[in-house]
């Protein structure tokens, strides 16, 4: 039998037994003895107990599983922000390898792709430059997709575009240079063979002195200046040897002319002077020396070898003038009527 506590409402509870309890013989109003068995009474308080624990159990299994989701959520949404992230950084350097690229393609290459195949030392150059040109571009890959996989797959695109675009520009720049530096072997060369054939046709030999000294530097620009300055050098011997030439054919014309004036001038000199007839209608007249020694006219007569003279100052006598013949035996300047 066990013992059962009665809470009393007008005092603490005390422990009574199931036996029954006497007071003077009586039982007192507050207390009653109960006779229990002890195991129906072990059976209604486990009954309580098992299910209480079995709804924890389900209610923790719950919060667990809810747990679980909201952290497998908050992974996966992390791994999602992080792919992404990763493929926009990848879409930065893109875009950078992209525009230096671009900037080479339509600046540099393009001004050299224009060279003159004459300015060039080697004309392949510019074929192989003009080829690479060419090349395509790839395809334009975007971080927008809606699994972490998409993204990640974007993202090893965008990587693979970037090194090709790298890639490309540093074998673009190569092919460049190979450009320009041709052209400027060329370059030299002209001006070596423009200082070799100025050799004393310049009027300033310091400008090719400046020629050679570019020349040696590799310097493209300080060569242009001083092939300029030798061709305007040349140019101005030329003009002035042009000059002085003409200043001395002039002078040697001129003494010549001189010369030949001065020879006609002397001859004259030294020749006798010789009468000649003149004639003025039927009559003939002739001078004889200086003025004032005589004057007299003469009319030949149309047939036969003598004239008769007529008299036109009054009474001078007359004279018949012999026609010379080609084998005359007169000498030169002598008067045949005398």
């Not at 209604?44 to 959520?73: D, E, N, S």
């Not at 310091?206 to 305007?232: F, M, P, Y």
């Amino acid at each position: 039998m066990d013992r059962i506590m009665i809470l009393d409402a007008d005092g603490p509870a005390d422990p009574i037994s199931c036996e029954p309890k006497k007071q003077g013989g009586q039982m007192t109003e507050k207390e009653e003895t109960f006779e229990l068995s002890s195991e129906p009474m072990e059976e209604k308080t486990k009954k309580p107990h098992r299910g209480r624990a079995v709804a924890i159990i389900a209610v923790a299994v719950i919060a667990l599983l809810a747990a679980g989701g909201i952290v497998w959520k908050t992974h996966t949404d992390r791994l999602m922000a992080e792919a992404k992230a990763d493929c926009a950084a990848a879409s930065e350097r893109l875009h950078v390898a992209t525009t230096a690229y671009n900037a080479l393609l339509n600046g540099k290459a393009a001004s050299m792709a224009k060279t003159d195949v004459k300015s060039v030392k080697d004309a392949k150059t510019l074929d192989v430059l003009s080829k690479a040109m060419k090349a395509s571009t790839p395809k334009t890959v975007s971080c927008k997709a809606d699994s972490r996989d998409a993204v990640v797959t974007a993202t090893k695109a965008i990587t693979a575009n970037t090194a090709w675009y790298w890639t490309h520009g540093k074998s673009l720049n190569r092919l460049v240079n190979a450009v320009e530096t041709s052209k400027l072997d060329k370059t030299v060369d002209d001006a070596n063979a423009l200082y070799k054939q100025t050799d004393g046709k310049v009027a300033d030999d310091k400008t090719r002195a400046s020629l050679l000294d570019a020349i040696k530097k590799r310097d493209a620009d300080a060569i242009a200046k001083a092939v300029k300055e030798v061709n305007e050098s040349k140019t101005a011997k030329e003009k002035a040897d042009a000059e002085a030439k003409a200043k001395a054919e002039q002078e040697a014309a001129a003494a010549a002319a001189a010369a030949q004036q001065q020879a006609q001038a002397s001859q004259s000199q030294s020749a006798p002077q010789r009468q000649t007839p003149s004639y003025s209608g039927g009559s003939q007249s002739q001078s004889q020396g200086s003025s004032g020694s005589g004057s007299g006219t003469g009319r030949r007569p149309s047939s036969g070898g003598s004239s008769s003279s007529t008299n036109t100052g009054g009474a001078s006598p007359g004279w018949s003038v012999p026609t010379p013949s080609d084998g005359g035996t007169g000498l030169p300047g002598s008067d045949p009527g005398l």
